[in-house]
């Protein structure tokens, strides 16, 4: 088993050396009594990509309840938390982090899919997840040529797409009027963060 110190430097050393401060420190100390409690019950990383899956098509099935916040919150609880069990199980794999990237581009379309069920137009929607897409793509063609910097933090990361998600969930089943604005507003930001890492990308390969 881990130790806490041996947990965190193993998540820095495979996040570019990233410092463990302030939400960081927070978050990993969440995902190491997580690790314990996974270990225990026998939960496997490649488990909890999948459970992440399936909670985002509950999430799309279930657009016009009250479930689909939950089944949103609990997909990307395990989204964020398969990684560091991996590394509390020293299970760490090229399967595992191949499939973990596969999992999120299926489980994005399916929170966006939630969007179109609730009235977004699918062109807006489609958008949306080509961009967020494309952002990844980029980011993981530029590992594959090694470049190692951590690169930039855009405005509009996963967790942010999903809090974005979140807040267009709740407005609609408030009956609360701006879900298309928000929509669109959000759409911007996207499209900022992508352009972003495209130039971050030609000052490492120009």
């Known amino acids: 088993m881990l130790s806490k110190e041996e947990f965190t430097a193993t998540w820095s050393s495979l996040h570019s050396d990233a410092p463990v401060t302030g939400a960081v420190a927070w978050w990993l100390n969440i995902s190491y009594r997580f690790g314990l409690v ?14 992440g899956l399936a909670s985002a098509a509950a999430t799309a099935l279930t657009a016009t309840s009250w479930w689909a916040i939950v089944f949103l919150v609990l997909s990307l609880f395990c989204d964020g938390i398969d990684g560091s069990v991996a590394i509390f199980q020293q299970r760490q794999s090229a399967w595992g982090a191949t499939l973990d990237s596969v999992v999120d581009r299926i489980s994005e379309a399916l929170w966006l899919y939630a969007l179109y069920v609730i009235g977004v137009p699918a062109w807006l929607v489609i958008t949306l997840w080509s961009i967020a897409s494309f952002q990844e793509y980029a980011r993981a063609k530029l590992v594959s040529l090694d470049v190692k910097d951590i690169g930039v ?7 942010v797409r999903a809090s974005f998600l979140f807040i267009v969930l709740i407005m609609w089943h408030l009956n609360l009027p701006g879900v298309f604005a928000l929509s669109v507003a959000f759409l911007v930001l996207q499209t900022s963060g992508f352009l972003m890492v495209l130039r971050y990308a030609r000052s490492q390969l120009h």
Do not use: G
């Open 38 to 51: 996974a270990t225990l019950l026998r939960i496997t990383p490649n488990l909890l990509t999948l459970l």
């Open 153 to 159: 933090v855009t405005p509009a990361e996963r967790p």
